[in-house]
Nanobody
Framework: QVPLVESGGGSVQAGASLKLSCLASRDTSSGYSMAWFRQAPGKEREGVATTLISEVTGINVALRDSVKGRFTVSHDNAKNTLYLQMSSLRAEDTAMYYC????????????????WGQGTQVTVSS
């Protein structure tokens, strides 16, 4: 288990922005994955952004279609922190957002994740 600490959630109006952070206390000597998932009440957990991170190739990011053009992901190697910048938020983005980590390629599905953060709530009112 890798300790993950999320922050940055909140309640905002539609169209606003929020930035989530996830500090990962993990070994970074080899490639690994980090991701953001979200789960709305009564719905399954879904992937929002998945990353592949390595010292050789840097970071590769895959975003779900519904957030492309609105959400961006970045990673600070020195701080071992993953960020999710969310802009033009919509009511349908309302959910508990979870940070996750796993082996390289291991965050493609919630089933392959090694560790989960505690979650941070994002509420968007229209």
């Amino acid at each position: 288990q890798v300790p993950l600490v999320e922050s940055g959630g909140g309640s905002v109006q539609a169209g606003a922005s929020l930035k989530l952070s996830c500090l990962a206390s993990r070994d970074t000597s080899s490639g690994y994955s980090m991701a953001w998932f979200r789960q709305a009440p009564g719905k399954e957990r879904e992937g929002v952004a998945t990353t592949l991170i390595s010292e050789v190739t840097g970071i590769n990011v895959a975003l779900r279609d519904s957030v492309k053009g609105r959400f961006t992901v970045s990673h600070d190697n020195a701080k071992n922190t993953l960020y999710l910048q969310m802009s033009s938020l919509r009511a349908e983005d309302t959910a508990m957002y979870y940070c996750a980590t796993g082996p390289y390629g291991g965050c493609a599905s919630p089933d392959f994740v090694d560790s989960w953060g505690q979650g941070t709530q994002v509420t968007v009112s229209s």
